[in-house]
């Protein structure tokens, strides 16, 4: 089935700090999201990004599909953005996502 | 707010017992799926549904059985409980006409001790 690596595993920031988190997959898709886990387990939809860039806020997503991979931008970070984000890719029969591991962001005031 | 309702929200159970988690939706979603997290594997699907009686197996559906007999529900049992299904267990829904972004509900704490 398809793979969905992120990198890196874990990222620790100051307050006021970007960063890029990444995820490469395996095999073209036509679903990709973003989720970000806060500290109490709540999972939130960030973005759906099959292709192309998005942005909401501080957060953008930029999809590069040919290429097999997705990057998340954090700009200006907060403490608020601290815990894992996920980025999960359709499976091959398109009727659920994978996921990966997670990059866990730690941000420090 | 996706209208989605896990309960219950927090379960300690002993090994063998059957366990039933639910999955309540009121927007009428079509998709719904159950994931379970755990440490070193982020989420893994266990079984999904696209419609009333409509369901099939995820990656880890071993030891987990699922009904929807209403489009509301979703229901994932455990026959016989395990540790190893010791997990938090997250229900989530789509719709296919809005390219299937995923919402998760808020999860189910299980142990089985």
């Known amino acids: 089935g398809i793979q969905v690596e992120q990198s890196p595993p874990d990222l620790i920031l100051q307050e006021g700090a970007n960063s890029t988190l990444r995820c490469n997959f395996s095999d073209s898709v036509n679903n990709l999201q973003w989720f970000h886990q806060n500290p109490w387990g709540q999972l939130i939809n960030l973005f759906y990004i099959p292709s192309g860039t998005k942005q909401n806020g501080r957060l953008s997503a930029t999809t590069v599909a040919t290429e097999r991979y997705s990057l998340l931008y954090i700009s200006s970070s907060q403490t608020t953005d601290s815990g894992v984000y996920f980025c999960a890719v359709e499976n091959q029969a398109g009727t659920a996502l994978i996921f990966g591991k997670g990059t866990t962001l730690s941000v420090s005031s | 707010d996706a209208g989605i309702t896990q309960s219950p929200r927090h379960k300690v159970t002993e090994t063998g017992t059957p366990v039933t988690l639910r999955c309540h939706q009121t927007?009428?979603?079509?998709?719904m799926y159950w994931y379970r997290q755990d440490p070193g594997h982020g989420l893994r699907l266990i079984h999904y549904s696209y419609g009333v009686k409509d369901t099939d197996k995820g990656e880890v559906s071993d030891g987990y059985s699922v009904s929807r007999s209403k489009t509301e529900d979703f229901l994932l049992t455990l026959e016989s409980a395990t540790s190893s299904q010791t997990s938090v267990y997250f229900c989530a829904i789509s719709e296919p006409s809005s390219g299937n972004t995923i919402y998760f509900g808020e999860g189910s704490w299980l142990t089985v001790v």
């Open positions: 927007e009428n979603h079509r998709y």
